[in-house]
C-alpha cells in the first residue's frame, strides 16, 4: 500500500514531464530531446526564486509558465520550424530533429553545469508529514501531485471542451487536413510545442519541491518520459497520465523492495514488453 | 561474384600505403603523440563500426558506450582466466548476441524506438553491472594488469580497423549491401521486391555491435583499472555520432575527415574547459544539423563538383 501511494505521488510529476512531451511530439511532431532540459531548468529557476526571492514554488509556477511558453514558441520557430518545412518525409524529420533537439540538450546542460557546477540541490519546502492510512508522506509530495492533478486537468479540459484545444487536436490527427479546414497549423504546432514546454517547466517546479536535482540529470527524465510517452500511446494525455503511474509505482516498488540502483532497469523491463507487444502503446489502435 | 573493378585495386593500394605509415607512428613517438593517435584510432575503428549500421539505415544508435562497456568488462573479468584473443572472440559473441537482441525487440518499428531504446542502454546495463558487483562480488572495480604497452594497443586497433573497412567493403558487395541500398532509399519499395528489411537491418546491428565491443576489448588493458562509470561513459556514444555524422555517413571512409578534426579539438577543450565540453557538444550538434546535413564529405563534394564544371564550361 505504501508503495503504491509513494510510487503514485512519485508519478504524478512524471506525468507532467510526459503529457508535455507527448504533446510537444504528437503535434508539433517533434521528439524533443531536451525535454529533461527544460525540466532541470525550471527546478534551478524555482530553486533561485525561492532562495533569494521567497517566492513559493507553487506561486512561482505562475512566472515560470509564461517563461517556458515564450522560450520553446522561440526554439520551435527559430529552430524546429526550418527543419519541419525542409523535411521531405517523415523519418527525414524525425533524424533532423532528434540531432536539433541532441544539439539543445546538450548547449543547456553545459550552460546550467557552468552556472551551477554539477553539485546536487535541493530546499525545503512544506517538508513536513502528513499521515494517510497509517504511513507519514512528505506533505510537500502530497501537494505537488495535487497540482499536478489540477493542471493535467485544466489541460485535458482544453484541449477537449475549447474551440483551439479542438483545432490542436486536429493538427495532432492530420496537419495537412487541418489546413485544409483553415487551421494554421504553423501557429498551431508552435502554441503546442510552447504548451508542452509548459507542461513540463510546470512539471519541473513541482519536482523540485521534493527533489534533489542536479545540472546533468536532465537525460535520465528525458528517457524515462519517452518511455511514458510510448506506453501511453504517442499524443494521447489520458494514455501518458496512467503510464506515469505504473512507471511511477514499478520505480518505487523496484527500489523498496529490490535495490535503489535498478531503477533504470524497472523502466527498461516495461518498455520491452510494451515494444513486444503494443507499440502502438496501452490505448492505441492497431493500425493496420 | 561481382569483378573486382581497377578502382577498388587502386584505393587498396592507397589503403595498404596508409596503415603501413600509420603503422609506423609507435616508432616515432611513444609519449602524448601515440596517446593522441590511439585516441583517434579508437574514435575512427567506433566511428566506422558505427556507420557500418547507420550509414544505410539512418538509424542513430546511441549503444555505442554499452557495446563498448561490455566489450571492456568481458576482458576485466576474464583477463586472469583466459588468453587475451579468445577474450576478444567472447567480447565480439557477447556484443553480437546483445545487440541481435536489441535489434529484435527495436528494429521491426520505426526509428525513433530504436533511438530511445539505445539512449538508455549503456545506463541500463552500468546499473546491472553495478547491481550485479555490489551483491555478488567483492569490489565494484577491476584490474586488468597486461604487458601491453600503448603501442600494442594502437596497433591491435589498426589492424581491427582494416578489418572492420574489409567487413564493410564486403557486405557492400554482397546481397545484405544490395538490400541495404534499397532500404535505405526506400524502404516500401524494399519490401514490395520481397526484402526482409527488419531481418537484415537487426543483421547489419550485429556486426556492428559485435566490432563495437571488440574495440573495447581491445582498450581494457589501457584503462588498467575498470569500473562501471568510466566503462559504460555515454559520452563516447555521442562523440561517435557527432564525429560520423560530421564527416558524413555515406562512405565508410567519409567519418575519417570528421574524427581528426573534433579529436583534436574536443581535447583541447576538454583538458582547459573541462565544464564547457558539453556546450561544445551541443554547438557540434546544430551545426550539423543546420550547416553540414550531408556531412563535411557532402561539402567537399559540392565544391569539387561545381570546379569541375567551371572546368567544362571553360573547355567548351
Not at chain 1, 512539471?203 to 536532465?218: V, W
Not at chain 2, 538508455?120 to 558487483?133: F, K, N, S, Y
Not at chain 2, 547489419?204 to 583499472?225: D, E, K, M, T
Not at chain 2, 559520452?235 to 557527432?242: G, Y
Amino acid at each position: 500500500m505504501e508503495i503504491i501511494i509513494t510510487g503514485i505521488l512519485l508519478g504524478g510529476a512524471y506525468a507532467l514531464i510526459a503529457v508535455g512531451l507527448t504533446i510537444q511530439y504528437g503535434v508539433a511532431r517533434i521528439m524533443n530531446l531536451a525535454t529533461g532540459e527544460t525540466l532541470v531548468a525550471s527546478c534551478f529557476c524555482t530553486f533561485w526564486m525561492f532562495n533569494s526571492l521567497k517566492i513559493n514554488p507553487i506561486l512561482g509556477i505562475f512566472l515560470i509558465a509564461p517563461a517556458a511558453f515564450i522560450l520553446n514558441w522561440a526554439i520551435y520557430s527559430l529552430l524546429l520550424l526550418p527543419l519541419v518545412r525542409r523535411a521531405k518525409n517523415k523519418a527525414m524529420l524525425e533524424v533532423d530533429s532528434i540531432l536539433a533537439t541532441f544539439g539543445i540538450l546538450f548547449l543547456l546542460e553545459g550552460l546550467m553545469l557552468v552556472g551551477f557546477g554539477g553539485e546536487y540541490f535541493s530546499y525545503s519546502f512544506l517538508s513536513t508529514s502528513y499521515t494517510i492510512a497509517g504511513t507519514a508522506y512528505g506533505l510537500n509530495r502530497i501537494v505537488a501531485f495535487l497540482a499536478a492533478v489540477l493542471i493535467t486537468g485544466t489541460l485535458y479540459v482544453f484541449l477537449t471542451h475549447t474551440r483551439y484545444g479542438t483545432s490542436v487536436r486536429a493538427v495532432a490527427v492530420d496537419p495537412a487536413a487541418a489546413g485544409l479546414v483553415a487551421i494554421n497549423v504553423d501557429r498551431v504546432s508552435a502554441f503546442a510545442f510552447a504548451l508542452g514546454g509548459v507542461v513540463t517547466a510546470a512539471g519541473g517546479t513541482l519536482l523540485s519541491t521534493f527533489y534533489t536535482f542536479n545540472a546533468s540529470m536532465g537525460v535520465v527524465f528525458t528517457m524515462k518520459a519517452l518511455i511514458i510517452v510510448i506506453m501511453g500511446g504517442v499524443g494521447d494525455v489520458r494514455g501518458a497520465v496512467i503510464a506515469a503511474l505504473i512507471l511511477g509505482i514499478a520505480e518505487t516498488a523496484t527500489a523498496t523492495l529490490i535495490d535503489p540502483g535498478l531503477t533504470i532497469a524497472a523502466t527498461y523491463f516495461l518498455f520491452i514488453l510494451i515494444l513486444l507487444f503494443r507499440p502502438q502503446g496501452l490505448f492505441g489502435r492497431q493500425t493496420t | 561474384m561481382i569483378k573486382i573493378t581497377k578502382d577498388e585495386i587502386r584505393i587498396l593500394l592507397y589503403m595498404v600505403v596508409a596503415v603501413a605509415i600509420l603503422a609506423c607512428l609507435p616508432l616515432l613517438d611513444q609519449g602524448y603523440i601515440l596517446s593522441l593517435g590511439l585516441t583517434i584510432v579508437m574514435y575512427v575503428a567506433l566511428c566506422t563500426a558505427w556507420v557500418l549500421f547507420s550509414g544505410p539505415t539512418h538509424y542513430i544508435s546511441l549503444a555505442t558506450a554499452a557495446f563498448f562497456g561490455l566489450g571492456t568488462y568481458v576482458v576485466g573479468i576474464g583477463i586472469d582466466v583466459l588468453p587475451f584473443p579468445i577474450l576478444l572472440i567472447i567480447a565480439a559473441l557477447i556484443g553480437g548476441v546483445v545487440s541481435g537482441l536489441v535489434g529484435i525487440a527495436t528494429l521491426r518499428l520505426s526509428g525513433v524506438y530504436f533511438v530511445i531504446f539505445t539512449l538508455g542502454m549503456a545506463e541500463l546495463i552500468r546499473q546491472i553491472v553495478t547491481w550485479i558487483q555490489t551483491n555478488f562480488t567483492t569490489g565494484i572495480g577491476l584490474y586488468v594488469l597486461t604487458d601491453f604497452s600503448e603501442a600494442h594497443i594502437y596497433w591491435m586497433l589498426l589492424a581491427l580497423t582494416v578489418l572492420i573497412f574489409i567487413t564493410g567493403w564486403l557486405i557492400n558487395r554482397s546481397r545484405l549491401g544490395f538490400a541495404m541500398r534499397i532500404i535505405g532509399n526506400d524502404e516500401t519499395v524494399a519490401a514490395h521486391v520481397g526484402i526482409d528489411s527488419a531481418k537484415a537491418k537487426v543483421l547489419l546491428f550485429l556486426i556492428s555491435g559485435a566490432y563495437i565491443a571488440v574495440i573495447g576489448a581491445i582498450l581494457a588493458p589501457r584503462f588498467a583499472y575498470i569500473e562501471p562509470p568510466s566503462a559504460f561513459n555515454p559520452m563516447i556514444s555521442f562523440l561517435v555520432v557527432i564525429m560520423s555524422l560530421m564527416g558524413g555517413t555515406r562512405t565508410l571512409w567519409a567519418p575519417l575527415i570528421g574524427v581528426v578534426p573534433f579529436t583534436l579539438l574536443f581535447d583541447m577543450v576538454s583538458a582547459r574547459f573541462p565544464n564547457h565540453s558539453s556546450i561544445l557538444l551541443g554547438i557540434a550538434f546544430l551545426l550539423i544539423v543546420y550547416l553540414i546535413p550531408d556531412g563535411l564529405i557532402g561539402r567537399i563534394e559540392g565544391i569539387t563538383k561545381r570546379f569541375s564544371k567551371k572546368k567544362e564550361r571553360t573547355h567548351e
